[in-house]
């Protein structure tokens, strides 16, 4: 086309200086400054005592931090069941928004809780509430239908950044729950780990995906969340109860690391790295027998797999931990390592380049679309990531053989034609 009509429609289309109309980049919503929350006094929970909810617990925080802070409208985007998701209390304190309220429900015309079986409807309603607190919860398998207004949000946040106006409001928070590993009563429908492996593709300065393991690692995160400003956290959290693994010290450590030593060793042969709770759960038990069988065992929990990437430009650069960090996390003696992962292992492999020590000594497990009807335990024998698939590979990739570490019974199971319950009873 001729300049000068080029010029022409440029002039005809930017008149905001005419209209006296502020660009998007200069709209005041833009530059929405909101002060960090009062964090009341966490109900941490104590370590090696019993099972407990990391949804329940989250709810429980949730809610707490809403009452602590009346200055700010909270907006919670629910897609599906909030109750069934363990997310009672903030539904009672806050109620779903309806016209007319029925007597005896959790319901009211100013209800702060917006539910409609469109998820990308209720997500938009809490990044629209920029002003106040947001939490969106939904099942993980459809929470990959928020995807595309994530996407949008997270690169308007990252280019305000980089234009050196870095976004004031509070961070916004989706909770991924009734998850890939847990939810097994819709069949594979329900099974999907993609929302967080394609959010750890976006810039994990601005995108941020954890995977916490047990209560107290939920609600350290969602802690950590709310106190930052400008970033989307997509928390990953099982809603059935599981092993309280961590101290309160040690799942806030957890959350400002990325990652931490569970079971420390002196010099180990053997790295297990887990990322997810009932990976983490497999990966100790792998440990034991490893240890038992004369192999020393070292396992590292990943909670934010993104702080462990190679970083793609200098913003990245200056969030992923450094060299020195990654050391003490991912010991040099262990050069064969076995991951456990949430997600699938292709992505995890990628995300963590940094930790691979080539495909002989490094292995990863994780979801391998696999699924059906099945529990927790049937999920994991499903996918290959029980305790003895972990503990085979670590085997294999020290050049042991691994009937060595395994019974003949556990063998079989493994190899695929003895009994699955010989390496999930302990599941």
């Not at 429908?189 to 959010?199: I, M, V």
């Not at 959290?237 to 990325?258: N, T």
């Not at 931490?260 to 100790?284: F, W």
Request: with cysteine.
């Amino acid at each position: 086309m001729p300049s000068h009509e080029l010029d022409e429609a440029v002039a005809l289309l930017c008149r905001h200086e005419v209209q006296h109309r502020p660009l998007e980049r200069d709209h005041a919503l833009a530059h929405r400054q909101v002060a960090a929350p009062r964090l009341p006094v966490p109900q941490w929970h104590v370590a090696g005592q019993g099972e407990v909810s990391p949804m329940a617990a989250l709810d429980g925080a949730f809610a707490a931090l809403v009452q602590a802070n009346p200055q700010l409208r909270p907006r919670v985007g629910n897609p599906d069941e909030l109750r069934s998701n363990r997310m009672g209390q903030t539904l009672d304190l806050l109620k779903h928004r309806v016209f007319t309220p029925e007597p005896g429900l959790a319901e009211a015309v100013d209800g702060a809780v917006i539910t409609a079986l469109n998820e990308e409807a209720v997500v938009s309603a809490a990044l629209g509430n920029k002003g106040g607190i947001n939490l969106v919860v939904s099942y993980e398998a459809f929470a990959v239908k928020m995807l595309g207004a994530l996407r949008q949000e997270i690169l308007f946040a990252r280019h305000q950044a980089q234009a050196g106006t870095p976004p004031g409001w509070l961070s916004v928070v989706t909770v991924a729950t009734s998850h890939t590993w847990e939810n097994g009563k819709n069949e594979q429908s329900h099974q999907d780990p993609t929302l967080a492996e394609a959010l750890l593709g976006e810039m994990s300065d601005t995108s941020r995906v954890l995977f916490p393991v047990d209560a107290n690692s939920a609600v350290a995160a969602l802690r950590a969340a709310y106190a930052s400003h400008g970033q989307f956290w997509t928390l990953v959290v099982p809603k059935r109860a599981v092993a309280s693994q961590l101290s309160a010290e040690q799942a806030e450590r957890l959350v400002d690391q990325g990652a931490c030593v569970v079971k420390p060793c002196d010099a180990p042969d053997v790295l297990l790295v887990a990322i997810g709770a009932y990976q983490l759960q497999q990966a100790l038990l792998a440990a034991r027998r490893l240890d038992d069988a004369g192999h020393r065992t070292a396992v590292t929990c990943v909670i934010e797999p993104g702080r462990f990437r190679l970083p793609r430009d200098e913003r990245e650069r200056a969030f992923v931990a450094g060299d020195a960090a990654l050391r003490s996390l991912f010991p040099d003696t262990a050069a064969v390592r076995v991951i456990v992962s949430h997600m699938r292992p292709e992505p995890t492999l990628g995300l963590l380049r940094r930790i691979d020590t080539g495909p002989r000594q490094t292995r990863a497990l994780g979801y391998q679309a696999r699924g059906g009807t099945l529990d927790v335990a049937g999920m994991l024998f499903a996918n290959r990531c029980t305790w003895a698939h972990v503990a085979t590979e670590a085997a294999q990739a020290l050049g042991v053989d691994p009937a060595s570490i395994l019974t003949a019974e556990e063998l079989a199971a493994v190899g695929g034609h003895g009994d699955p319950r010989a390496v999930m009873v302990s599941a």
